[in-house]
């Protein structure tokens, strides 16, 4: 096993919650409605994620250890227009070069489902047949064994485990669709609980909490608004009486989790001089707009993303959050 491989490893999974993102975006494109977190030691000893999705085919199971492979992408052209979130098909391979992997899978029509391990980037043993529910569950365990000093930058758990809550709350509040839930191994409740099907608003009470959700404005960027020709958003904003030292904003675009610090900033500022006494806001911005608008971060650490248009976007959603605040403050 190469020392270059498990570099390149370190570098796809970073910390504990880069795994989760990863393992959570797999379930995702794999249509579950139903995702569970088990974390122990802040992820350090084990990340475990169950889903109800459509499996994995018994006849991918040797090959997902090895890199560039995904069933997600077949030509350059899907590149420019990815809808699943999956397309580098690092991850996986990615973490059983510094982790113990095992998944557990079952495709639909099968009679039974199948277990594989994996370490030092090769399956372990041939995959087992095995009794499964629908969908799969992976396992990673002793996630930077042999790297002993990302295991020491990692020593602290609890900030580990609360980078993960704030991960899984984001993905709960944009999917409602979808069941969501994390905890900490052993533990009877839950720190993340988002049942499907309930309306958004109904998922950000459950996961960021009442007094969040009653402080909050709907917004929306509407089909007749020229602006909609390049780009749709809705969201939700806190009003005057949310109270928080820093700024809460859980931006998706084409219903991925991602980050824009130039449009978190120009938000700031609109409450800065809009409510000057207040705190700093809570916002979930959902953005659609064409793919190929998109700056697709290749790395799959970065989550900043670059829109083609991006001032206009962004001085779009300025203007309507003003607005917004400004009638609801009278
Ligand atoms: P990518 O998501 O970029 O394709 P990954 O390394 O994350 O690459 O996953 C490799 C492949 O394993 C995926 O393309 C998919 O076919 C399969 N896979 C991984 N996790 C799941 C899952 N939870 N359900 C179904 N298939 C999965
Ligand atoms: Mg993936």
């Given amino acids: 096993e190469s ?11 970073q910390r504990p919650v880069s795994a989760v993102k990863e393992l959570v975006e797999n379930s995702l494109d794999a249509h ?47 590149l420019q227009s990815i809808k699943t979130m999956g397309f580098r098909g690092e991850a996986l391979a990615s973490m059983t070069h510094v982790a113990h992997v095992t998944v557990t899978t079952i495709t639909e029509g099968q009679l039974h489902g199948y277990r594989v391990s994996y370490r030092d980037g090769a399956m372990e043993n041939q995959p087992k047949a095995c009794a499964a529910v629908k969908g799969t569950q992976i396992m990673v365990e002793n996630l930077f064994y ?3 000093a990302r ?45 499907a099907t309930s309306s958004r608003l109904d998922s950000i009470k459950s996961v960021y909490g009442v007094s969040v959700a009653r402080n909050l404005i709907s917004i929306e960027v509407s089909d007749d608004d020229p602006s909609s020709s390049i780009f749709k958003m809705d969201g939700f904003m806190s009003n005057s009486n949310y109270m928080a030292k820093k700024t809460t904003m859980v931006l998706f675009i084409n219903d991925r989790l991602v980050d824009c610090s130039a449009l978190k900033r120009a938000l700031e500022i609109v409450y800065a001089a ?35 248009n991006q001032e206009i976007i962004i001085e779009k959603i300025q203007s309507t959050v003003e607005l917004k605040l400004r009638n609801s403050n009278e």
């Avoid at 579950?32 to 350090?44: E, H, M, P």
């Fill in 146 to 148: 042999n790297m002993i």
């Fill in 3 to 13: 020392v270059v491989n498990r570099i390149a490893a370190g570098e796809v999974i």
């Fill in 151 to 195: 295991r020491k930058t990692l020593q602290n758990s609890s900030d580990d485990y609360s980078k993960i809550v704030d991960l899984l709350s984001r993905f709960a509040i944009h999917y409602t669709n979808v069941g969501f839930s994390c905890r900490k191994h052993g533990a009877t409740r839950p720190d993340v609980h988002s049942v």
């Fill in 32 to 78: 579950s409605t139903s995702i569970n977190v088990v974390v122990k030691d802040g992820g350090l000893k084990l990340i475990q994620v169950s889903d109800d999705g459509h499996g994995i085919r018994p006849e991918d199971l040797p090959i997902l250890c090895e890199r560039h492979t995904t069933s997600k992408l077949s030509t350059y052209e899907d």
């Fill in 274 to 308: 809009t409510l000057p006494k207040a705190s700093k806001p809570f916002l979930y911005i959902s953005i659609v707009l064409p793919p190929e608008h998109v700056d697709v971060n290749v790395h799959p650490t970065k989550r900043e993303v670059s829109l083609l």
